[in-house]
């Protein structure tokens, strides 16, 4: 579901595996400020659309050639 979600917001399938694997490093280093107050998978979702969010800005920003 997370690699849906990161194709979905980027149209890019080949960084979906790459960016699968930045979520949960970032869920995995951020475990200790889950507060519990919204589900888990909503907070992974979350992560997984952030990390998309970035990776289409670092395109948008890279130089065309």
Do not use: C, N
Request: charge should be positive; aromatic fraction near 10%.
């Amino acid at each position: 579901m997370v690699g849906t979600v990161l194709w979905r917001a980027t149209g890019d399938h080949a960084s979906v595996e790459d960016l699968a694997q930045e979520t949960f490093l970032r869920v995995f280093r951020g475990l200790g400020y889950f507060d519990g107050r919204a589900k888990l998978s909503t907070w992974i979702y979350t992560i997984a659309h952030r990390v998309a969010i970035d990776h289409v800005r670092q395109r948008l920003r890279a130089p065309r050639v």
